[in-house]
Each structure stands twice: as structure tokens, then as C-alpha cells.
């Protein structure tokens, strides 16, 4: 069930799940939707008064939503964690050129945002692959494919027949954090779980990777509120 709450202006989901011991409160701290869990027989009228009921608590958590950056003309996006500013440029022999404090585009307007999108995709792609494949050949350890995805809820992830996949967002972060998802994804080449034998590896690849870690906690979900597309609405 899905409805529109006045109280918070916001759209609200409640879920009946067949598991569900109690209610859960979810607040989505990228699009502020709120998700309200309940048991299978639990009446709505009394999820509706139960979210009511803790509305401090969900206004906290809407006051943390960064709001969301429809990427155009003239928006500024990190790139290794340096701002560019986005502009058209014609440009004779690329799609793109990255400069200091800019990233030219030939394209028509309406498709700066997929042009953006492309653009990251291709330079986390030059950048990320060559750090994967130095890592694993360091470690002994071979990779069947490296893919680049925009995944909602990880950072990257790594099979137990050694796929990789990294997502390519990170190409937004400093360079040291994106250095330090490749490492910890190929580490799991190695480990396939995240033992004392898994981060003493992490480290030896990464020294620094604890501040990497904090960092990615702290600002990822910035990483996530440029939009580029509209299908990426949710």
C-alpha cells in the first residue's frame, strides 16, 4: 500500500511481510521515502497511528536527505573529488575532454546528463580496471570479468568464481577511497569473507584504508543524489 502523508509530505509505503515480528520504520535517505514494515495480520489504521506516533523521529531523518542533483548545464560534479563545472563545447577529434575545473561535452543539451553518465562510466573503467588487475596479479590471484554498475546498495562486490564488480560512482570519490574498494574487492579473491586474515591484506595493499572506510560512510550516499537520467528517478 502506497499513499501520500500530509503530516510529512511524503510518500508512504507499508509492506506486509509474512516474517515480520514487529513494525520497522525505514526512511530512504536519498529520495525520503518512508517504508513502514509490518506482520501479516496487522491492521493499517493502526501502522498509520504507529507512524504518527514516531513522527519526531521520522522528521529527523527527512531533515538528513541531501537533496538530489539533476545533472545539466552548468552543474558542478565531482570528479576524483574535484569539482567540474559541466559545459558544451564543440569539440574535433572526442565526445569529452576533462579539464581542471571543467568537463566539455559535444552534445546537444538535452543529453548532457547520459553524456555525463557515459563519461564516468568509460573513466572509472580506465581508471579502476588497471588497479583491479595490478592488485589480483600482486596477490597471485586471477580475474574472470570486471563490470561497472550503478547498484543501489553496494560498492562493489566479488564472486567466488572472480567476478568483479565495482560501481562506477566511485570515480566521484578521491582517489584514495576508490583505491581502496578496488583493493578490498580483490582482496576477496583471496578471502571470501571479511576474517582478520581478509583486513590484514586490505592493508598491506591499502595502509590507509581505515580513513578510506570512514570517508565512503560519511559522504558516499553524496555520490548517489546526482541524477542523470530520469529512468534513475525512484
Request: aromatic share 10%; with cysteine; proline share 3%.
Amino acid at each position: 500500500m502506497v499513499f501520500f502523508n500530509k503530516d510529512f509530505h511524503k510518500l508512504v509505503t507499508i509492506k506486509r511481510k509474512k516474517r515480520a515480528r514487529r513494525f520497522t520504520l525505514r526512511v530512504c535517505q536519498l529520495t525520503g521515502h518512508i517504508t513502514l514494515t509490518i506482520p501479516l495480520r496487522a491492521s493499517i489504521s493502526y501502522a498509520k497511528d504507529f507512524l504518527l506516533e514516531n513522527a519526531d523521529w521520522v522528521n529527523a531523518q527527512l531533515k538528513q536527505v541531501i537533496p538530489r542533483n539533476y545533472v545539466s548545464i552548468g552543474t558542478k560534479i565531482p570528479i576524483g573529488w574535484v569539482e567540474r563545472e559541466i559545459v558544451i563545447q564543440k569539440l574535433s577529434q572526442r565526445r569529452h575532454n576533462l579539464e581542471p575545473n571543467s568537463l566539455q561535452l559535444d552534445c546537444m543539451e538535452v543529453e548532457v546528463g547520459s553524456a555525463t553518465k557515459n563519461f564516468l562510466v568509460d573513466h572509472a573503467t580506465k581508471v579502476l580496471t588497471p588497479i583491479i588487475e595490478e592488485n589480483a596479479e600482486h596477490i597471485k590471484r586471477k580475474i574472470k570479468s570486471i563490470r561497472f554498475k550503478d547498484t543501489k546498495s553496494r560498492w562493489g562486490s566479488c564472486s567466488s568464481t572472480g567476478s568483479l564488480m565495482v560501481n562506477w560512482r566511485l570515480i566521484m570519490a578521491p582517489p584514495s577511497v576508490y583505491r581502496y574498494v578496488a583493493i578490498h574487492e580483490v582482496s576477496h579473491l583471496k578471502y571470501m569473507n571479511h576474517g582478520a586474515d581478509f583486513w590484514r591484506l586490505v592493508e598491506s595493499l591499502h595502509p590507509h584504508y581505515r580513513e578510506d572506510r570512514f570517508w565512503l560512510k560519511e559522504n558516499g550516499r553524496k555520490l548517489k543524489t546526482f541524477i542523470f537520467e530520469i529512468s534513475e528517478v525512484a
